[in-house]
């Protein structure tokens, strides 16, 4: 069984943001897919981003749920399934 991750940051230190991302990238037989969906004002970390990292810019603090929310949709565009979360079923 393999798992999306999304990382949420507003501003974190890099190193601490580089150290998230590489322990997830570690468990390669884990993880399909990992989104870092950066709610900061600037994109900084977008030319810090290692390959196999699917960087998610918003320019605006949205929140830690809007951000996963937005990794969900970008899982279910790629035609990856999405369980469902809500009573209504649908994934967001």
Do not use: W
Not at 59 to 76: C, D, P, Q, S, T
């Amino acid at each position: 069984m393999s798992v999306n991750v999304a990382i949420v940051v507003y501003e974190n230190p890099l190193l601490m943001i580089k150290a998230a991302v590489d322990s997830v990238l570690q468990e390669k037989e884990l993880v399909d897919h990992l989104y870092l969906i950066d709610n900061s004002p600037t994109d900084r970390l977008r030319k810090s981003c290692k390959s196999g990292v699917d960087y998610l810019f918003t320019g605006e603090n949205l929140g830690f749920g809007k951000a996963n929310n937005i990794a969900m949709r970008k899982k279910y565009r790629r035609g990856d399934p999405v369980p469902p979360t809500g009573q209504s079923g649908h994934p967001f």
